[in-house]
């Protein structure tokens, strides 16, 4: 089975630039996410997707950011204009609805780098 | 509000012997608790969990001991290998929430040989 794909891996950009991140969860999750993950910190959620409806947004900075997940699969998650602390790591992850709890799977993350 | 801490950044413990990570919470809402092990350049793994009903679940060499009224938990991994060098992420689940889960900061664990 293959996991969760992450593209780019790596990302530098000026601030003020846009960048856009991809994600491909396993076949078959229904549920997607993207996290925030600062350097030292643990992942913040940024966003929860179920199919292609929004589940929770509250902690992504509307402003700046913005995400879709078209025909509920792929998702794309976007920074415009970026900042300087905007600098982490992104991550997605997919779960299935099975089970009382949803075993969340990771993909290998983007690094983002705003000079 | 750091609702789950892991006040230890780094932890070095010699091949063979115990590894000791600790967790702490704030949140009485959380009702599920996990693990997840990173190493560098890959994203965070599953590793082991435990319902708020249980003290204690084992698989292997890792086990995990919650203590609800202290609101603390640990992950105990005996023996310890080298290959167990990586970021531990303590997290937590709010019965409140869609299952979302809130981290720990992480303990980065080196094992030497």
């Known amino acids: 089975e293959a996991g969760v794909a992450q593209s780019p891996r790596y990302k530098i950009i000026e601030k003020r630039q846009s960048v856009a991140f991809w994600c491909n969860p396993i076949?078959?999750?229904?549920?997607l996410y993207w996290y925030q993950q600062i350097l030292g910190q643990g992942p913040k959620l940024l966003i929860q997707f179920q199919n292609n409806g929004v589940v929770d947004d509250s902690q992504l900075p509307k402003d700046r950011f913005s995400a879709e997940r078209l025909k509920g699969v792929d998702s794309t998650l976007k920074i415009q204009p970026a900042k300087l602390e905007d600098s982490a790591v992104y991550l997605c992850a997919s779960s299935s609805l099975a089970g009382t709890y949803n075993e969340q799977f990771f993909g290998p993350g983007t690094r983002l780098t705003v000079l | 509000d750091q609702q789950v801490k892991q006040n230890s950044p780094s932890l070095s413990v010699q091949e063979g012997r115990i590894s000791i990570l600790n967790c702490d919470y704030t949140?009485?809402?959380?009702?599920?608790f996990l693990w997840y092990k990173k190493y560098p350049a890959e994203g965070p793994t599953f590793l082991i969990s435990i319902s708020s009903i249980k003290d204690k679940n084992e698989d292997g060499r890792f086990t995990v001991f919650l203590n609800k009224s202290a609101k603390h938990l640990s992950l105990h991994i005996v023996p310890s290998q080298p290959g167990d060098s990586a970021v531990y992420f303590c997290a937590a689940i709010s019965s409140g929430s869609a299952r979302q889960l809130t981290f720990g900061s992480g303990t980065q664990l080196t094992v030497l040989p």
């Open positions: 949140n009485s809402m959380f009702d599920y």
């Open positions: 076949s078959g999750h229904a549920t």
